[in-house]
């Protein structure tokens, strides 16, 4: 106690830092299932099964990786290509996540005006992100580790450097992570926003993904047939991982000493500077900012525009919005380019096959009908109110009006994605002009019924509890539940598709014609569905 | 203007809100009382239509909010405790926006505009993205945004709550500007000075039932309303 009787009591770091460490943890187990344990519990589940699921099938990827270096006899290759998949997961998987949870987290400022020191505040913070990158490598080291074993077999100082270099590499990506998310908060300071920014790079992410993907099978025959050749360019551009990698099978004490600095080293620097700017840094934040910003004047516009335009605005400002929710739209524009540059393959195959004229456009359709199952834009629409809902609710609209206005800008969304996807299809070989333009009218009408389809699914589904607006439109039960409802009618197009071809030999005009009255049908339900009764008394009776 | 007849709300077996009848008329400005958890916020949730209730009735300019929500909804305008905002508009587009959903015509709008951003020293600030706000500056947008469709009855839960001393003076002087005109305010409160200076009539509710309404004079006698309040609340 002081003169003046009030406590002086003073918290040590480790106290406060273990205090820090335990609230994340509660916030992660609450954002999985809410307080129910059973939830929670299902959902942990779910994501082992998920991990487990992943790991098993990198194990077959790692299998003929690890048969082909067996074969060659140069096995240090294997270990590099691992850490360039590491470094490449954690980074991907954090990045963004980094600057969230580190310098726009909400209680920064709380927590600042209490006596704690920016270092414990940063660490605790560097701690639960580390936790989900190796999170991230354990889903890659695990399967590699175990096939390794299997083929080729680890004496004991290389399973303790490879172990060694799993609880290092996290850190080098980590490093990467903070400086990146440190541009991203001094950039964000000094522009109105970076949303463009964002979205090229995250977009660019998605593309570099499925570019290594459809890859895959090219670099796994050149990976078996010459490691070294395969694994020279990324060493020579990045040494550590040569140095990883040869320092597990080759012993090198001094090679996996340099790879063991460039991990450490980089992540002690940038941990160091961030924790001497972190005030700084944190408190540029976006009330501090004083740009100039010009009046629109106002205009009149019809309700019901008024708020499709709310909508459309909503989704075009979030850019976590637009990449989880539109996922599918980029996946249908790259599968279609891609699908575009070896179309004289492709008609080759299909050409050898019989009674499969008009294969190659339905495929297309297919793959367009497919990506639109995973486009969820609708789908969090209603979740996204949230604490803003009574601005509607107390508004002088309609349920119909409210939840049409909702499923439309889903719709408007992807016209254009469809016209650029089914223009592309127009180059897939002779068709009659009537599936020409079937090409066009179908996936719009499948995506009018998944944009109804997904309102429903969110109003069915709410999730109102979100802390940032990725957990809403990502991590919600409506997203799947869209996913599900828009799958229905596209399996059975799938399976409509053997049977007019094949057993009824019909041109494929009369399927895209079975597929359009297919979808106009489940739009009509889903529409009597949304404006009906239910519904109204369903909005009416939402908790937000 | 404002009629609720016997309402009563339960949530799941608490019952927050207990047969509860109240009748305020144009021109009055009708302050609801009440210690925290008394049932003010459901009460006036359920008489703006956006909380469901299980019996009674509630009557807008003679139309039912059960029946004739949006009939209701066009007469009225809330502002919440806490006025949660789509932070990604400017407060032009959000003030632009609310009016779309009434149909405020251009002229209207923009008088409107003109008149409460510069009451409220808001007129800069509107261009900016409402992200960028401080909850006063929302609270201030929130009350634009309620009074340029021009509703005849306002009903606001905490209104001074976040609101810098000239805000608040404005306000009341407009609260009495609009019962003049012949329009209706009920609002909740905390501060009993206010409601004492400002309130033609009182409503004192305690654990979801109605304990003293009338007139200010009825309620409080010669006492103030700060004392009965305590009484009553025991």
Redesign the interface.
């Known amino acids: 106690m002081d003169v003046n009787g009030f406590p002086e009591t003073k918290v040590s770091a480790g106290k406060a830092l273990r205090a820090l460490i335990r609230i994340k943890l509660l916030e992660f187990i609450s954002s999985l299932g809410g307080k129910k344990k059973s939830s929670i519990g299902g959902m942990i589940g779910l994501m082992i099964f998920l991990a487990l699921v992943i790991a098993f099938s990198l194990g077959s990827v790692f299998v003929v990786i690890a048969i082909g270096i067996d074969n060659s006899g140069i096995t240090w290759p294997y270990f590099s290509l691992l850490g360039v998949l590491t470094l490449l997961l954690c980074f991907i998987g954090s990045v963004f996540l980094t600057e969230t949870q580190m310098f726009q987290a909400k209680d920064n400022e709380l927590l600042l005006s209490m006596p704690l020191s920016p270092h414990v505040i940063l660490l605790s913070r560097l701690l639960s992100l580390l936790v989900f990158d190796y999170g991230y490598a354990l889903i890659l080291a695990l399967p590699a580790g175990i096939v390794y074993q299997i083929f080729i077999g680890f004496d004991l100082p290389a399973l303790l450097l490879f172990l060694l270099s799993f609880l290092t590499l996290p850190l080098m990506s980590m490093a990467l992570s903070m400086l990146i998310a440190w541009l991203f908060s001094a950039i964000s300071a000094r522009i109105k926003s970076t949303r463009l920014i964002r979205l090229i790079l995250s977009i660019g992410a998605c593309v570099a993904y499925f570019f290594f993907l459809m890859r895959e099978q090219e670099g796994l025959n050149q990976m078996a047939e010459d490691p070294e050749a395969f694994i020279k360019p990324l060493v020579e551009a990045f040494p550590p991982l040569g140095w990883m990698g040869r320092g597990i099978v080759e012993h090198d004490a001094l090679s996996f000493l340099l790879y063991l600095a460039a991990c450490i080293l980089p992540f002690a620097l940038v941990s160091y500077a961030v924790g001497r700017n972190f005030i700084h840094i944190v408190l540029r934040g976006e009330g501090h900012r004083d740009f100039h910003y010009k009046s629109q004047g106002s205009r009149v516009t019809p309700a019901f525009r008024s708020m499709v335009q709310l909508e459309l605005t909503r989704f075009l400002s979030s850019v976590g919005y637009m990449i989880n929710a539109g996922m599918g739209l980029i996946m249908m524009i790259i599968a279609l380019v891609f699908a575009l540059l070896r179309v004289d393959q492709l008609q080759e195959m299909v050409g050898s096959l019989q009674n499969m004229d008009g294969f190659l456009p339905a495929a297309g359709c297919l793959t367009i009908l497919g990506c639109l199952c995973l486009t969820t834009i609708s789908a969090a629409t209603i979740s996204l109110e949230a604490k803003t809902f009574w601005i509607m609710r107390a508004a002088p609209v309609s349920s119909r009006e409210l939840l049409l206005a909702k499923a439309l800008p889903h719709f408007l969304v992807c016209i254009p994605f469809i016209v650029a996807g089914a223009t592309m299809l127009q180059f897939a070989g002779t068709m009659s002009a009537a599936c020409r333009i079937l090409l066009y009218v179908v996936p719009l009408t499948a995506s009018a019924y998944n944009a109804l389809a997904g309102v429903q699914a969110n109003l069915n589904h709410p999730k109102f509890d979100w802390k940032n607006e990725t957990q809403a439109v990502k991590q919600g039960f409506a997203p799947l539940a869209a996913m599900i409802y828009n799958i229905i009618p596209f399996v059975l197009t799938i399976l409509l598709l053997p049977v007019l071809l094949l057993i009824l030999e019909q041109p494929v005009s009369i399927w895209a014609l079975a597929v359009e009255l297919l979808y106009l049908l489940f739009t009509w339900l889903a529409y009597a569905r949304l404006t009906g009764k239910t519904s109204d008394r369903k909005l009416v009776a939402l908790k937000w | 203007m404002l009629r609720i007849e016997h309402l009563t709300k339960t949530f799941g077996a608490k019952v927050a809100v207990n047969d509860l009848s109240l009748h305020i008329q144009s021109g009055e400005i009708y302050g609801f009382i009440g210690h925290n958890g008394a049932g003010k916020t459901t009460t006036i949730k359920a008489c ?3 909380m ?1 209730f299980d019996a009674g009735e509630i009557y807008v300019g003679g139309h039912s909010i059960r029946t004739e ?3 209701c ?2 007469i009225m ?2 502002i ?1 405790d ?1 006025p ?3 932070e ?3 407060g ?2 959000y003030v ?11 002229e209207e ?2 008088a409107g ?1 003109a008149k409460y951003g510069a009451m409220f020293g808001l007129t800069e600030e ?4 409402i ?2 706000y ?1 909850h006063g500056m929302k609270q201030k947008l929130a009350l634009i945004a309620a009074l340029v469709h021009k509703p005849r009855l306002i009903i606001m839960d905490e209104p001074f709550v976040g609101l810098d001393p000239k805000a608040s003076f404005l306000l009341k002087e407009e609260m009495r500007e609009h019962c003049r005109q012949g329009g209706a305010i009920f609002f909740s409160t905390h501060v009993l000075e206010v409601a004492e200076k400002l309130c033609d009539k009182v409503a004192i509710i305690k654990n979801g039932c109605l304990v003293s309404s009338g007139t200010m004079d009825e309620v409080k006698g010669d006492t103030s309303l700060e004392d009965v309040f305590l009484e009553l609340e025991g």
């Open positions: 703006c239509g956006i469901e929500a949006n009939v909804k066009q305008a809330y919440p806490n949660d905002l789509y990604f508009l400017s032009e587009r632009n926006f609310i009016s779309d959903l009434y149909g405020v015509s251009l709008r923009k505009i509107l261009p900016k993205p992200a960028t401080s």
